[in-house]
């Protein structure tokens, strides 16, 4: 029987991406602020209204600044995953220092969960050479950091090769379970307006314009597929606007009226697991 299967999944980043790209002003911080004090309720609510589940990638730091937004999300029903502790992008730290911060963030998840991370979200979906073989090590089920596919999970590799002017050379695939991603499906660069001395984002496009890409998204896949899945991306500070909200409240009640079966990533990973790799 087709089953087509949607992830919601929430980047809880609060201030901690901004202070990692050292937008320390006070109003890219108040971003973050509105995230955590605002918007973090209302998905929630509309969340539970709808009786939907999903998925708090949720860094350390959002965890030890931020304890009561995040026991709200745990008291929710939903999983909470891994985000690193301070959103520091993977590929810019040394191993010893991207084990330590997942090491501390991990012990911050624990303290609010009762239990290590199952999943792992990088922070600007940028993995080191180090991250998959760590992942393993500290126990991880799946990754969801990469996009060699849409719909259909697959097995991380470690240490593919390649060089320029040379053949690529995939390297050996390993039990840590890949939920692949996309920018695509991501409401940071569709909505975020962001500008540095030598960056603009200029982001702000129609909701219901990037509602309706994503709503195609599910048709494709529910067209080509009988078993799928398809996971969108969104930060609390951003689809937390009214607005959006409105949008993406409309969506999700297209996906449900047309048979979407709504589970965390936990449980999409091991769905995968038993339908794909045993």
């Known amino acids: 029987m087709p089953r087509h299967i949607v992830c919601l999944t929430f980047d809880f980043d609060t201030q901690s991406g901004f202070i ?25 609510d509309m969340l539970k209204s709808r009786g939907l589940p999903s998925t708090w990638y949720v860094p350390g730091f959002t965890i030890e600044s ?33 084990e330590a911060d ?17 999943g792992y979200r990088s922070p600007s979906w940028d993995l080191s050479d180090s991250t998959i073989d760590l992942l393993i090590e500290n ?17 991380a590799r470690r240490k593919d090769t390649f060089g320029l002017g040379e053949p690529y050379q995939y390297g050996a695939e390993t039990s840590l379970i890949e939920m692949p991603i996309s920018w695509s499906l991501d409401d940071h660069p569709h909505f975020e307006y962001l500008r540095t001395p030598d960056f603009v984002m200029p982001g702000l496009r ?23 899945i398809l996971t969108y991306t969104m930060h609390p500070y951003v689809i937390g606007r ?15 009226a047309e048979g979407a079966e709504f589970m965390t990533m936990e449980d999409a990973a ?7 790799f045993s």
């Open 242 to 256: 009214g607005f959006r909200m409105f949008a993406l409240e409309g969506l999700l009640d297209k996906l449900a």
């Open 270 to 276: 091991r769905e995968a697991q038993t339908h794909l």
């Open 102 to 118: 997942m090491v501390r963030a991990n012990q911050a998840i624990e303290r609010l969960t009762g239990q290590k991370a199952r």
């Open 139 to 155: 126990g991880f089920l799946y990754d969801s950091s990469l996009m060699g596919a849409d719909y259909i999970p697959y097995r």
């Open 206 to 228: 129609s909701a219901r314009v990037v509602m309706d890409s994503w709503y195609d998204e599910w048709r494709y896949m529910k067209k080509t597929l009988d078993w799928g």
């Open 20 to 44: 990692a790209r050292g937008l320390t002003t006070q109003t890219p911080l108040s971003r973050g602020e509105f995230g955590s004090r605002v918007a973090s309720g209302r998905l929630l």
């Open 66 to 98: 931020h304890p009561r937004e995040c026991e709200a999300v745990l008291e929710g029903g939903h999983e909470i995953a891994h985000h690193s502790w301070a959103h520091i992008p993977p590929a810019e730290q040394t191993r010893a220092e991207e």
